[in-house]
């Protein structure tokens, strides 16, 4: 069996989102080392703050400031910190209850190794000498043997009102890994850049499969039979793109396609090139258009045959 393909794969997005009242004056307030929580109805004291009671469901708007030292109440060791977590040497993921609260929040202890960590063990927060309004003002929590220090929740309610409040961030998400397509469409991934496109029949009801997963997602059996399919076919369904994605280098608007391969019994999707995207039309018959050196076409283009009836692509819609 040919060796089976992985390669690095990364999603990476930034995700934008506004803060609300209570989120908007707890950021606010990190910039200014101040940590905010939001009181309940029954006098619990919530850190981080929320605009919910998660019990209740009743809206909360008390705040009150909390100490920026607490108790850790339980914790796991990081030994190997990846590509923008709190602090680049080893470190403990902690949950610490600030003096004044009665609920946790999830930071990083900077401790020297997991030996010195236990839950009990008093902490205050190492405020980020360069604050802007985000969780990372707290830079991590360290060590502390001392009293609770600063004002304790029970000292009274904060305005939560401080000048040029954050109003919303941008958190960006990110995921890498190694992907591995698997058997079948290493088969496929391997035929396709010989400019050849290969599905697989299923054993039981005979559909053919493109691009194979290497089982028939209807009977659940294992395919293994490779079929030819294409290299022309049918568009079933379509949609137009309005929007340009940043590293795409196509005009808008264009068209997106479900195309049915002559052959297949699975509709693959492709950008469709060469007819104005508002002539494009379910049953347009298409063939591929391959660039150098890509593995996938780069679009399918019109073949100047008749439409397919509606009838010979309806079970694949
Ligand atoms: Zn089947």
Redesign the pocket.
């Known amino acids: 069996m040919p060796e089976v393909l992985t390669a690095p794969l990364v999603v990476e997005f930034p995700f934008t989102r506004s803060l609300g009242p209570v989120q908007s004056a707890f950021l606010t307030g990190l910039r200014e080392r101040v940590v905010l929580g939001v009181r309940t109805g029954d006098h619990r004291v919530l850190v981080p703050p929320v605009e919910y009671d998660p019990v209740t469901a009743e809206e909360l708007h008390d705040l009150v400031e909390v100490a920026p030292t607490g108790t850790v109440t339980t914790w796991a060791w990081n030994p190997a910190p990846r590509r923008d977590q709190p602090l680049t040497t080893p470190f403990a993921w902690v949950l610490v209850r600030l003096d004044g609260a009665d609920t946790a929040l999830l930071h990083a202890l900077d401790a020297p190794g997991p030996d010195i960590v236990r839950t009990g063990m008093r902490v205050r927060i190492r405020w980020a000498d360069e604050r802007s309004g985000a969780i990372t003002d707290i830079a991590c929590f360290e060590p502390y043997d001392g009293d609770p220090a600063g004002r304790g929740a029970r000292s009274g309610g904060h305005t939560g009102r401080f000048a040029d409040p954050v109003t919303g961030i941008v958190a960006p998400a990110r995921l890498d890994y190694t992907y591995s397509p698997g058997r079948a469409q290493t088969a496929y991934l391997d035929a396709l850049s010989g400019h050849r496109v290969v599905g697989e029949r299923?054993p039981?009801?005979r559909?053919v499969y493109v691009p194979p997963r290497g089982a028939?997602p209807?009977?659940g059996?294992a395919t293994y039979e490779q079929v030819d399919v294409g290299p022309r076919g049918t568009v079933t369904t379509f949609c137009i793109v309005n929007i340009a994605a940043r590293n795409l280098d196509i005009e808008v608007p264009y068209v997106y396609a479900h195309i049915a391969l002559d052959g297949a019994d699975l509709a693959l999707h492709g950008r469709i090139g060469g007819i104005p995207y508002d002539q494009v039309r379910m049953g347009l018959r298409v063939e591929p258009v391959w660039t150098q050196g890509s593995r996938h076409p780069d679009h399918y283009r019109p073949t100047g045959e008749p439409d397919a009836d509606y009838d010979t692509y309806r079970e694949l819609l």
């Open positions: 299923c039981s009801c559909k028939c209807t009977c059996v």
